[in-house]
């Protein structure tokens, strides 16, 4: 079946303007979960929806990240005034079992976003 | 906070070469390791979820084992393949939805 998929696979923007990620999980799956990976860095957790709520959004590392999900399904991170420190890897991932970190975090493809 | 420790940053091996690689994560409250391959412009791949200590797991030529107590995973591949190639990501789930991950280890291996 379908995997996780992400939109746009690479995106280029200009310092201060805004930008909207996306991401399509597994039908079915009720957890949904944001990471960034920067240059050298390890993959860091940013927000963990539930369902359509997002129970702990302390990842998000300032007030011009946000990110929602409809309909259980698909999730956007929108990315405000954007900084070159944003620069990184966004991947999104998907798992059948709500919260329950023995089970597989299935991941898409990711966006790479350049900010210049 | 945890804290995932993979070595080393880095390796570079021959096809054919047996190779492994650590994972070390905070042995109070542990719940979940998980392990990763993440090729090249691809999707982070899952290997393994392993939940008790001792805990050994295979697939084909790749395995891996858990020691809860003293708190390291190592990774194992035998007989290393040019489509080995790759990062591998460890990441621990302590009592919260969160995994932790660490920063990986890049895998080459040379024809």
Same mark, same amino acid.
């Given at each position: #079946?379908? %995997?996780? @998929?992400? =939109?746009?696979?690479?995106?280029?923007?200009?310092? %201060?303007?805004?930008?909207?990620?996306?991401?399509?999980?597994? =039908? #079915?799956?009720?957890?949904?979960?944001?990471?960034?990976?920067?240059?050298?860095?390890?993959?860091?957790?940013?927000?963990?929806?539930? #369902?359509?709520?997002?129970?702990?959004?302390?990842?998000?590392?300032?007030?011009?990240?946000?990110?929602?999900?409809? #309909?259980?399904?698909?999730?956007?991170?929108?990315?405000?005034?954007?900084?070159?420190?944003?620069?990184?890897?966004?991947?999104?991932?998907?798992? @059948?079992?709500? %919260?329950?970190?023995?089970?597989?975090?299935?991941?898409?493809?990711?966006?790479?976003?350049?900010?210049? | 906070?945890?804290? *995932? &420790?993979? +070595?080393?940053?880095?390796?570079? *091996?021959? &096809? $054919?070469? +047996? /190779?492994?690689?650590?994972?070390?994560?905070?042995?109070?409250?542990?719940?979940?390791?998980?392990?990763?391959?993440? &090729?090249?412009?691809? +999707?982070?791949?899952?290997?393994? *979820?392993? /939940?008790?200590? $001792?805990?050994?797991?295979?697939?084909?030529?790749?395995?891996?084992?858990?020691?809860?107590?003293?708190?390291?995973?190592?990774?194992?591949?035998?007989?290393?393949?040019? &489509?080995?190639?790759?990062?591998?990501?460890?990441?621990?789930?302590?009592?919260?939805?969160?995994?932790?991950? $660490?920063? $990986? /280890?890049?895998?080459? *291996?040379?024809?």
């Amino acid at each position: #079946g379908a %995997g996780v @998929s992400q =939109s746009p696979s690479n995106k280029v923007t200009e310092k %201060g303007k805004d930008v909207e990620l996306r991401c399509d999980p597994i =039908s #079915g799956h009720t957890a949904l979960y944001w990471y960034r990976q920067r240059l050298g860095q390890g993959l860091e957790f940013l927000i963990y929806f539930q #369902g359509n709520s997002a129970p702990d959004k302390s990842g998000l590392p300032s007030d011009r990240f946000s990110a929602e999900r409809t #309909g259980e399904s698909v999730s956007t991170l929108t990315i405000q005034r954007t900084q070159q420190e944003d620069s990184a890897v966004y991947l999104c991932a998907s798992s @059948s079992a709500p %919260g329950l970190e023995t089970y597989e975090q299935y991941f898409g493809p990711g966006t790479r976003l350049t900010v210049t | 906070i945890l804290n *995932v &420790e993979q +070595s080393p940053q880095s390796l570079h *091996v021959q &096809e $054919g070469d +047996s /190779t492994n690689f650590t994972c070390s994560f905070p042995s109070s409250n542990f719940y979940a390791l998980h392990w990763y391959r993440w &090729e090249t412009a691809k +999707s982070p791949e899952a290997l393994f *979820v392993m /939940t008790l200590n $001792g805990d050994e797991k295979k697939k084909g030529r790749i395995s891996a084992t858990l020691n809860t107590k003293e708190g390291y995973s190592y990774l194992y591949i035998k007989g290393s393949q040019p &489509e080995d190639s790759a990062t591998y990501l460890c990441a621990c789930g302590g009592s919260n939805y969160k995994l932790t991950f $660490g920063k $990986g /280890t890049l895998l080459t *291996v040379n024809p």
